[in-house]
């Protein structure tokens, strides 16, 4: 349940698969936002993080070091990819199973 809408576990499971791949590089820039994943992604990052704050509400990123909004790692910012990739695994729980109904309660759908 969303904002009082009932959806289906695949139209949640569909929804979680494009925000990993946009994450993973299916975005106007081609870039992973995952630090050392795929062919292009970000050189620039404000510390050693594995993954970055991502692009503007643009689809834009300013790949510098001294530019944090775009290159500094936060919960905030990240935390969309570990729900999403549960929400994917086939092995979350030791029953293989996953309640997607609470998992992404609070996403709004189209």
């Given at each position: 349940?969303?904002g009082g809408?009932?959806?289906?576990?695949?139209?949640?499971?569909?929804?979680?698969?494009?925000q990993?791949d946009?994450?993973?590089?299916?975005?106007?820039e081609?870039?992973?936002?995952?630090?050392?994943?795929?062919?292009?992604y970000?050189?620039?990052?404000?510390?050693?993080?594995?993954?970055?704050g991502?692009p503007?509400?643009l689809?834009?990123f300013?790949?510098?070091?001294?530019?944090y909004?775009?290159?500094?790692?936060?919960?905030?910012g990240?935390?969309?990819l570990?729900?999403?990739?549960?929400?994917?695994?086939?092995?979350?729980?030791?029953?293989?199973?996953?309640?997607h109904?609470?998992?992404f309660?609070?996403?709004?759908?189209?």
């Amino acid at each position: 349940m969303s904002g009082g809408k009932f959806y289906r576990s695949e139209a949640l499971e569909d929804f979680a698969r494009t925000q990993v791949d946009y994450i993973l590089g299916k975005n106007p820039e081609k870039m992973s936002y995952v630090v050392g994943f795929g062919e292009r992604y970000p050189e620039e990052v404000h510390h050693m993080g594995a993954m970055v704050g991502g692009p503007d509400k643009l689809d834009g990123f300013n790949d510098l070091r001294s530019n944090y909004n775009y290159t500094e790692p936060t919960l905030a910012g990240n935390s969309g990819l570990v729900p999403a990739l549960v929400a994917l695994s086939q092995n979350a729980t030791p029953n293989g199973m996953i309640d997607h109904n609470t998992i992404f309660y609070s996403v709004q759908l189209p």
